[in-house]
């Protein structure tokens, strides 16, 4: 049985190279996210505790914030290679533009962030990268979310108002 991939298709390279492509997946992942946001939302208010009890590592708001790092990080690939000439060559994406540290992808598009814009994008950062595996490739600076987000005093509600703020400077970017 012969198996199917996109590079059979004529129009990858055309189709990787428009951001649209990029943006309905970011919108499928800010969907579901906004699902899970409900839930914990839901949840917090009938159980009427703090959001202490949604540690990182309790699902619903990893999940959240894995979608929301997913989410962001379509956008910024998206746009990135829809300019960047040479971003797809022989059904390959540049390895430039195939990393997960969504600090240096913002950068790539000069875009200019808050600091709480740069500190919910380190968040995501380490999301996406723990997500899959429990130690990082290389022994790196990593950050505790559990400190982040509680001693800094970042709300789900801040990140979600943070998400909207960073992808409307993408859009205009």
Known sequence: MRKISYKDDLNFEFMVKESIFWDYRADDYKKGADTILKKIITNKKKSKNNLKKYAPRHLPLFSYLLLISNSLENKLKGKIINRMSGSVKNGNINRKVTIHDLDKLSNRLGIKLSMKEEE??????????????????????????DEVLYEQKISLNSIRNTYESICKKIDMS
Request: aromatic letters at 12%; charged letters at 25%; glycine letters at 4%.
């Open 120 to 145: 919910v994008l380190k968040i995501c950062s380490f999301i996406l990268n723990g997500a899959k595996y429990p130690f990082p490739k290389k022994q790196t600076k990593t950050i505790d979310v």
